[in-house]
């Protein structure tokens, strides 16, 4: 049995910070406008140019290093649908953040394409204009969607596939979902002009590292771009261990010996994948490693809860709530200053100051806020 399927019990209990832990946000200074887009800096100097949205905290997949079933079992209380952001002030939020000098939005959750009506999200923060607009999937239900995602206005889509090997695949999701119905959701994304498809590969030791090769050959010269992502510490309940993460380098060397790879350089500063091209042409491929070499210096990225909070961390332990201000008579203004204000305060950087504690503190869970 692959190691993922052995029974083990999660010994850190989950923090729920949803309800508690809301920081309130920094007042804007009375009478501000938002900053101009050359002016919202953070603290340490870092632009906002990403906004990934988290349209819901429901899944239907249990990948054990994300939503182990011992903690998202049966009678775990997932978000209520009257919590949840509308179109309308997620889009509302977007078009704020896009006048303050947002550049991308990418679409996540749980499993986004579970949230009812997606497409039609998609199609308002497109009449936005002027953002690059993707989504991250885990492909369950890609191969009918994908043309009215693309029709919608989506320009680009990150696939999630862990495994090729159908047994170690069915165990890490955890509801025995099958390798070629994410494979016909690849396919599918393709043919709709969703391309290039970034195919993200999550690898945890001594569960699907000895499938890094087979992951690299078979995407070499489709097209699409395999991305390595160490395993992180997010959340609290998926049991971490700094064992179970295969450093990038490591990951880097087991493919250059088989297919010789040679670096690129980053499309723009920020990108959190590091880029490397076949020698023989047929392509490229990106490694993201969050834990052994940190890029908090510079991150732009500001998250979006399903239910209104923004988060100006991925590790962050308590979210800015928006709802209330946005359920408010608050003008775009009023909204648009606090926004300024949330960022200009920022100083996050816990990938660089991650240490044994830092593991232990309580986190937002990846299945809520997204990747
Ligand atoms: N459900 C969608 C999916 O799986 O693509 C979108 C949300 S998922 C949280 C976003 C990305 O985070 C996925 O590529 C997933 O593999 C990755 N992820 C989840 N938990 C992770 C962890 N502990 N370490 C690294 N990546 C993780
Ligand atoms: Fe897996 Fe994504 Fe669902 Fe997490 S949110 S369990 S990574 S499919
Ligand atoms: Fe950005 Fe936080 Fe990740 Fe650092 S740890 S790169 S600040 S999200």
């Known amino acids: 049995m692959p190691a993922a399927a052995s029974s083990r019990k999660v010994v850190i209990p989950i923090v729920d910070i949803r309800d508690g832990l809301v920081i309130r946000a920094p007042a804007p200074v009375h009478g501000a406008a938002a900053a101009p887009a050359s002016a919202l800096h953070d603290r340490l100097g870092r632009p906002l140019r990403d906004l990934r949205i988290s349209v819901t905290d429901h899944c239907n997949f249990r990948c054990t290093y ?28 977007a078009r704020l953040l896009a006048g303050m000098g947002l550049e991308k939005i ?62 170690v695949f069915r165990a890490m999701n955890d509801v025995d979902f099958p390798v070629a119905k994410v494979l016909e959701g690849i396919d599918a994304a393709a043919a709709a002009g969703l391309s290039p ?24 010269g489709s097209g699409h771009i395999l991305r390595f992502i160490e395993y992180m510490d997010v959340g609290t309940t998926n049991g971490w261990r700094m064992d179970d993460v295969v450093p990038s380098a490591e990951i880097v060397r087991m493919i250059d010996d088989v297919f010789p790879i040679e670096p690129l350089q980053a499309h723009y500063s920020g990108e959190v994948a590091e880029r ?96």
């Open 66 to 93: 994300c939503m182990p079933k011992d903690v998202f079992g049966r009678d775990y209380e997932f978000l209520p649908h009257a919590e949840l952001l509308s179109f309308e002030e997620i889009t509302r939020v």
């Open 106 to 167: 990418r679409i996540t959750g749980g499993e986004p394409l579970l949230r009812r009506h997606v497409e039609k999200l998609i199609e308002m923060l497109a009449g936005i204009g002027n953002l690059d607009l993707t989504l991250t999937t885990n492909g369950s239900v890609l191969a009918r969607k994908a043309a009215d995602l693309r029709a919608a206005g989506l320009k680009r889509i990150t696939v999630s596939l862990d495994s090729l090997d159908d047994q």
């Open 197 to 220: 498809v970034k195919v993200n590969m999550v690898v945890k030791r001594g569960v699907n590292d000895r499938d890094i090769i087979a992951m690299a050959r078979r995407f070499k």
């Open 276 to 371: 490397w091209r076949y020698r023989d042409g047929s392509g490229e491929i990106g490694v993201i490693s969050s834990v052994t070499q940190a890029f908090c210096h510079d991150c732009t990225r500001l998250r979006l809860s399903p239910e209104g909070k923004l988060f100006t961390c991925l590790f962050a332990g308590a979210g800015y709530d928006l709802r209330g201000l946005l359920r408010s008579d608050a003008s775009d203004a009023e909204i648009a200053g606090r926004l300024t204000a949330i960022w200009q305060q920022r100083s996050d950087r816990y990938s660089e100051i991650r240490t044994a504690e830092t593991v232990r503190t309580p986190k937002v869970e990846m299945s809520y806020i997204g990747g």
